[in-house]
């Protein structure tokens, strides 16, 4: 017998590449349970698979940093931090976090192949002895406009959104005046095409960094949340700064508040989202 779950979650996370450096991303997640049936009549209920399933990916992978076995990347322990090291492209990241911060693959390269088979060894051996084989798929949400992918950590969040490297592919909305601007959209996904987002009170000098250095042409930033302590230097032209949190919200007000102070005589309407299907909408 098969069993079908579709959209049983969204995975919202970042990961290392090669040519990108931190990618945010976000995938669906499509679940197929293969098995015989159980003394319910069911291979499995779907409460426990909407329950059980989704909760071991957000253990394993959700809002985390994804980091592939790659030869440019090094890996240290130091009393209870996982400190990353990462030269890519023309850039190098450095970070220390707390070990659930990370979710490290046995792969030289993050993609929606590698993390299927990952999700999957995982998850196998955790359900019920009835079902044979599960099936994963991983979809980004299909937009049909303009979005860009970014990486942020919010220390004041009392979830995993305290993390200082996760992310999310989102789209954007733009209204000026009233009227959807695409020339708008496409300036903003631009700008912000793999970018990691700063919050201007996290910035510290390299000199402050206590598990890490910091490369030439580096920005810096630390702080301590509920789950540790969490520092990070990254080239700074991958980066933008904001001068508040970079929550969703905060996003959709300072781009509205950019878009006003270059034309204070129009109107602007901002849809941010944050991966797929959630966001803010900010007014100037």
Same mark, same amino acid.
């Given at each position: 017998?098969?069993?079908?779950?579709?959209?049983?979650?969204?995975?919202?996370?970042?990961?290392?590449?090669?040519?990108?450096?931190?990618?945010?991303?976000?995938?669906?997640?499509?679940?197929?349970?293969?098995?015989?049936?159980?003394?319910?009549?069911?291979?499995?209920?779907?409460?426990?698979?909407?329950?059980?399933?989704?909760?071991?990916?957000?253990?394993?992978?959700?809002?985390?940093?994804?980091?592939?076995?790659?030869?440019?990347?090094?890996?240290?322990?130091?009393?209870?931090?996982?400190?990353?090291?990462?030269?890519?492209?023309?850039?190098?990241?450095?970070?220390?976090?707390?070990?659930?911060?990370?979710?490290?693959?046995?792969?030289?390269?993050?993609?929606?192949?590698?993390?299927?088979?990952?999700?999957?060894?995982?998850?196998?051996?955790?359900?019920?002895?009835?079902?044979?084989?599960?099936?994963?798929?991983?979809?980004?949400?299909?937009?049909?406009?303009?979005?860009?992918?970014?990486?942020?950590?919010?220390?004041?969040?009392?979830?995993?959104?305290?993390? &200082?490297?996760? +992310?999310?592919?989102?789209? @954007?909305?733009?209204? /000026? #005046?009233?009227?959807?601007?695409?020339?708008?959209?496409? =300036?903003?996904?631009?700008?912000?095409?793999?970018?990691?987002?700063?919050?201007?009170?996290?910035? &510290?000098?390299? +000199?402050?960094?206590?598990? @890490?250095?910091?490369? /030439? #042409?580096?920005?810096?930033?630390?702080?301590?949340?509920? =789950?540790?302590?969490?520092?990070?230097?990254?080239?700074?032209?991958?980066?933008?700064?904001?001068?508040?949190?970079?929550?969703?919200?905060?996003?959709?007000?300072?781009?509205?508040?950019?878009?006003?102070?270059?034309?204070?005589?129009?109107?602007?309407?901002?849809?941010?989202?944050?991966?797929?299907?959630?966001?803010?909408?900010?007014?100037?």
């Amino acid at each position: 017998m098969i069993l079908f779950v579709n959209d049983l979650t969204v995975i919202d996370f970042s990961y290392l590449c090669h040519q990108r450096g931190a990618v945010g991303e976000s995938w669906i997640v499509d679940l197929t349970l293969h098995g015989s049936l159980n003394a319910q009549s069911m291979v499995l209920d779907f409460a426990l698979v909407k329950k059980q399933v989704k909760r071991i990916i957000d253990e394993q992978i959700d809002h985390k940093l994804a980091v592939p076995k790659h030869p440019n990347v090094t890996v240290t322990h130091q009393d209870v931090q996982t400190n990353v090291s990462f030269n890519y492209a023309d850039a190098q990241l450095a970070l220390s976090c707390p070990a659930q911060a990370y979710c490290f693959i046995e792969s030289p390269e993050i993609n929606i192949a590698s993390v299927t088979e990952y999700l999957i060894k995982t998850i196998m051996p955790q359900l019920p002895q009835n079902i044979d084989k599960i099936e994963i798929t991983l979809r980004p949400e299909k937009i049909d406009t303009f979005y860009y992918h970014y990486s942020h950590g919010l220390k004041k969040h009392d979830g995993n959104c305290q993390r &200082i490297v996760h +992310g999310h592919r989102s789209k @954007i909305e733009i209204y /000026e #005046n009233g009227m959807k601007s695409p020339r708008l959209q496409k =300036q903003w996904a631009e700008l912000w095409q793999d970018i990691y987002l700063v919050s201007e009170e996290d910035i &510290i000098t390299a +000199g402050q960094l206590k598990f @890490i250095s910091a490369h /030439e #042409n580096s920005l810096c930033c630390a702080y301590i949340a509920p =789950q540790g302590y969490f520092e990070l230097a990254i080239n700074q032209n991958r980066t933008h700064l904001l001068p508040y949190d970079t929550t969703v919200e905060c996003i959709a007000q300072y781009i509205a508040e950019q878009l006003k102070a270059q034309n204070p005589n129009n109107d602007f309407k901002v849809v941010a989202y944050e991966g797929v299907a959630k966001g803010s909408i900010a007014y100037a």
